[in-house]
């Protein structure tokens, strides 16, 4: 039988929550000339453009359900870290001062998705294990579906706080 180890997995979650943020970090780091970037932010913009909080919500939980898949979401979770990296500092780039890649996980909202990413990502690798080793795969499925109904939970409240602050007059608005 298989036993739910709670300080193990929270030490596989800060794991995750530390590669996400390696890749977020490294996705910062990646510039383009002035007519890529503006390509760039042009797509998300468009993409964005007509979102609210269930948009917010549908897109995170999507892009986090991904992440669960044994094994390549953990290579989905470093690509979405690194790409929203990427699209972070396309989009700070112009701004009259420069903001901090890793402040937006200091909001509540970033708090929460970070959180929700290294659930997924850890659960992808310990499913990966578990299947590698044909080991308490059942009891494993049973512990990700759960998780996958606390990640959207958490990314429900998530897209609402977020969509909330978008909202707010005098906030950075990302579709100018």
Same mark, same amino acid.
């Given at each position: 039988?298989?036993?739910?180890?709670?300080?193990?997995?929270? +030490?596989?979650?800060? =794991?995750? @929550?530390?590669? $996400?943020? /390696? !890749? !977020?970090?490294?996705?910062?780091?990646?510039?383009?000339?002035?007519?890529?970037?503006?390509?760039?932010? %042009?797509?998300?913009?468009?993409?964005?453009?007509?979102?609210?909080?269930?948009?917010?919500?549908?897109?995170?939980?999507?892009?986090?359900?991904?992440?669960?898949?044994?094994?390549?979401?953990?290579? !989905?979770?470093? !690509?979405?870290? $690194?790409?929203?990296?990427?699209?972070?500092? /396309?989009?700070?780039?112009? +701004?009259? /001062?420069?903001?901090?890649? *890793?402040?937006?996980? *200091?909001?509540? =909202?970033?708090?929460? %998705?970070? @959180?929700?990413?290294?659930?997924?990502?850890s659960r992808s690798y310990l499913l990966l294990i578990h299947?590698?080793?044909?080991?308490? &795969?059942? %009891?494993?499925?049973?512990?990700?579906? =759960? %998780?996958?109904?606390?990640?959207? @939970? &958490?990314? =429900?409240?998530?897209?609402?706080?977020?969509?909330? +602050?978008?909202?707010?007059?005098?906030?950075?608005?990302?579709?100018?």
């Amino acid at each position: 039988m298989y036993k739910y180890n709670f300080k193990k997995r929270t +030490l596989y979650l800060g =794991f995750g @929550i530390f590669l $996400f943020l /390696i !890749f !977020f970090v490294f996705g910062t780091s990646v510039s383009y000339d002035k007519s890529t970037s503006t390509v760039l932010k %042009e797509q998300f913009q468009n993409k964005i453009r007509n979102i609210d909080s269930i948009g917010i919500f549908v897109n995170n939980f999507l892009i986090s359900t991904l992440m669960f898949v044994p094994g390549i979401g953990i290579a !989905f979770g470093l !690509f979405s870290g $690194f790409s929203t990296g990427n699209i972070f500092m /396309i989009i700070t780039r112009d +701004l009259p /001062i420069q903001i901090p890649p *890793l402040l937006v996980f *200091l909001t509540i =909202f970033g708090i929460m %998705e970070l @959180i929700s990413y290294g659930i997924a990502i850890s659960r992808s690798y310990l499913l990966l294990i578990h299947i590698l080793k044909r080991k308490d &795969i059942k %009891e494993n499925l049973i512990h990700t579906s =759960f %998780e996958i109904g606390i990640v959207a @939970i &958490i990314l =429900f409240f998530s897209a609402i706080i977020e969509w909330d +602050l978008i909202r707010q007059p005098g906030n950075m608005n990302l579709l100018k």
